[in-house]
């Protein structure tokens, strides 16, 4: 392992192919044997510094269609906390149903569960079949796992009945030094960015790009005026980016005046600050408050000139979903994902019906979205949101961040890089947009 990250770091791409793949290599792992460790805590108890161990694992046998990276980073996304802490289910019941597919997924099922949907490294090796990319190549990857044996993956791969996402649903996953992936996962590095920089954007630019942009989400066009709820954070920071430089006005929810600060430099103009607000949608455990939806509204209507929302970008769920469904225009649509204060979304169905709104779903990307999502961040249009960057022995510190909403935008996990800064490829494109990839930096 140690040969592989000195020819990276020396530039000698070419000779990574004679190096071999190692037998084993460190992992960010999950024990199915501690998978009931916290039963009976609240979520906020459920600790993932406690859960997440950095193990030797052996390395899992290359099969057609696949390839091995070597991770030079890596993020951590929501999913990877849910992994964590075994919340709503143990994720070992993923690989389990993985594992009785085939022969070959037989490799997931295994008593630990290697984490991480994203990563940017070099391939190691490939598999048989694969003719696009070659040991050597510098990639990242995006995290739709896919089997496309059946006709419904073929029009739109996300509607494939063996889609998964990898490193959640599949094992192998990117928070370690090696990772398996499907080629048709693997997209061309940015030359512009450094390796933890490269590694973050993955699924959460995709899934921003799905939901606020494609023909299979809300399909936003210029001039929509769009409500994004935790617009700092490390999906909302893409809707954000998205929404303005797709000529859409983006409505702004954070919480915090830091975060709204970084909003503002980001180019927003129409920014709420729940904390100043002091908005309470939730009277208690059961019992949503009309007149604070009410009063959501008319400081949404400030801020837009009269202008009600057209599209919601939703990813909180409970917590904030009625309020959603409420300050959607006439027309509007609340376009939804991953519920992360909760799956049990409660709203008022007469301001949905009697008002002809429309709830959407979306989950991740296909690949073409992947593709697009990450040509954006090559062409310097979207740009990463790092705010923080840990070493693997850390990582459990990373996810608890994210659990906690302490951080801003997106946090890094260095894999085998050993310090940041390291991979940049284009000096002058990177001279070009270096305020808005440091944006985030140190927040």
């Not at 039963?39 to 193990?55: C, F, I, N, Q, Y």
């Not at 940015?190 to 630019?205: D, I, K, M, R, S």
């Not at 920071?237 to 929810?253: D, E, H, K, R």
């Not at 697009?372 to 850390?394: C, F, Q, W």
Request: negative net charge; glycine residues 10%.
């Amino acid at each position: 392992m140690n040969e592989i990250r000195d020819a990276i770091l020396s530039d000698q791409l070419t000779d990574i192919g004679g190096l071999g793949v190692p037998a084993s290599y460190r992992a960010v792992l999950v024990r199915k044997d501690e998978q009931d460790m916290f039963e009976g805590l609240a979520t906020k108890d459920k600790d993932p510094r406690k859960s997440l161990h950095v193990e030797e694992v052996p390395t899992p046998e290359l099969g057609p269609g696949e390839a091995i990276v070597a991770v030079m980073a890596s993020s951590v996304n929501y999913n990877t906390v849910w992994t964590s802490i075994f919340e709503p289910v143990s994720t070992f019941g993923f690989l389990e149903r993985y594992g009785r597919v085939s022969e070959l997924t037989k490799r997931h099922d295994l008593p630990y569960h290697v984490v991480g949907s994203d990563l940017a490294g070099v391939v190691l090796a490939v598999g048989p079949g694969v003719n696009k990319w070659k040991a050597g190549d510098e990639v990242v990857a995006h995290c739709l796992s896919v089997e496309l044996e059946d006709p419904a993956g073929h029009d739109d791969t996300m509607m494939d009945p063996q889609q998964r996402i990898w490193g959640f649903e599949t094992n192998f996953g990117g928070l370690a030094e090696l990772a398996l992936v499907k080629s048709n996962q693997l997209l061309p590095k940015p030359a512009h960015l450094t390796w933890e920089e490269a590694a973050a954007p993955g699924l959460v630019n995709a899934t921003a790009y799905r939901q606020l942009v494609s023909k299979n989400g809300a399909n936003m066009k210029q001039g929509d005026t769009v409500l994004i709820w935790g617009a700092s954070g490390g999906l909302g920071s893409y809707a954000t980016q998205m929404a303005l430089n797709g000529g859409a006005i983006p409505v702004c929810v954070v919480s915090s005046p830091e975060k709204a600060e970084i909003v503002r430099k980001m180019g927003a103009e129409l920014v709420i600050d729940r904390s100043a607000e002091g908005y309470r949608f939730w009277k208690d455990e059961k019992t949503q408050d009309p007149k604070e939806w009410q009063r959501f509204g008319k400081k949404i209507r400030e801020l837009t000139g009269g202008e009600d929302i057209d599209i919601v970008f939703e990813h909180p769920g409970r917590e904030t979903f009625g309020a959603s469904v409420y300050v959607a225009k006439k027309g509007g649509t609340i376009i939804t994902c991953a519920s992360t204060s909760g799956y049990l979304h409660e709203y008022d169905n007469r301001y949905l019906w009697m008002n002809l709104k429309k709830i959407l779903s979306s989950h991740f990307a296909n690949y073409k979205e992947a593709y697009e999502a990450n040509r954006l961040i090559d062409r310097g249009l979207i740009h990463p949101t790092v705010s923080k960057v840990y070493p693997m022995a850390e990582v459990g510190q990373a996810a608890r961040d994210v659990q906690m909403n302490s951080h801003q935008g997106k946090v890094g996990v260095l894999t085998l890089a050993p310090e940041e800064g390291l991979g940049v490829r284009d000096t002058a494109k990177r001279e070009k947009h270096l305020d808005a990839i440091n944006r985030f930096r140190g927040l």
